[in-house]
């Protein structure tokens, strides 16, 4: 079945400590991104990679970094998280850039006490 | 730079009824793809359908409609005959342009909570 895989489902944490959100698509897939959803805000991106080992920031880059080391995967990573990125996010791929529909992962809802 | 407004934060209607979500937005862009994205109460995102700036039909798919208006920028959704099914929260997105004149992701609304009361 044709998916995006993102895991953990849900995490609760501590400031400073750092995590990673993984993410992994089955479609061979070259575009693929991270958004975060707030109340009010709608999504908005953080990182996006059009193919492996391209990366570049979206809207809202800070405090995240990501890797594209291989096609399928593109964690998602918080070296020291703080309450302001307690957020549901979701990672999303597509075939090439966003002129294709997005496939979109079942979401993580990360909690920064 | 894109926006995508939704005016429209809440709206509740009693099943049955025809409602419509609203979607305006800003591009400096000629070339565009603008969507529309459900997230039911179990919070994934499911496509709903994707429409390029050179293509103004308007488009039907069984209860939901799509009114796209260059004219007006807007992108208009609508359900005939609501169902409890569709309370959910609705974003519509437009293709963010890169700088070397391609596409880097989809800038979204807001998003509209529909509220179908049985």
């Known amino acids: 079945e044709a998916q995006v895989t993102q895991n953990p489902r849900y995490l609760i944490t501590v400031t400073g400590k750092k995590l990673t959100v993984t993410c992994s698509q089955n479609m061979n897939h070259e575009y693929m991104s991270w958004y975060r959803q707030d109340p009010g805000l709608g999504l908005r991106q953080i990182y996006y990679?059009?193919?492996?080992?391209?990366?570049d920031k979206g809207d809202v880059p800070e405090g995240y970094k990501v890797s594209r080391k291989e096609k399928r995967n593109f964690p998602l990573i918080l070296e020291s998280p703080s309450p302001n990125q307690t957020s549901l996010y979701f990672c999303?791929?597509?075939?090439?850039?966003?002129?294709?529909?997005?496939?979109f992962g079942s979401g993580t809802q990360l909690s920064v006490l | 730079a894109q926006k995508v407004t939704q005016a429209q934060t809440e709206i509740s209607v009693v099943e049955k009824e025809d409602v419509t979500l609203d979607c305006v937005y800003e591009?400096?862009?000629?070339?565009?793809?603008l969507f529309w994205y459900k997230q039911p109460p179990s919070g994934e995102l499911v496509f709903l359908i994707r429409?390029?700036?050179?293509?103004?039909q308007n488009e039907i798919s069984g209860r939901y409609s799509w009114n796209f208006q260059k004219s007006t920028s807007s992108f208009n959704f609508t359900i005939t005959a609501s169902q409890v099914v569709d309370s959910a929260v609705y974003f519509c997105a437009l293709t963010r342009s890169d700088s070397g004149g391609g596409a880097d992701g989809l800038t979204f609304g807001k998003g509209t909570h529909l509220i179908i009361q049985p």
């Open positions: 999303a791929s597509s075939w090439s850039a966003t002129n294709e529909k997005l496939f």
């Open positions: 429409r390029n700036s050179f293509d103004e």
């Open positions: 990679s059009m193919n492996v080992e391209v990366t």
């Open positions: 591009t400096r862009d000629t070339t565009y793809y």
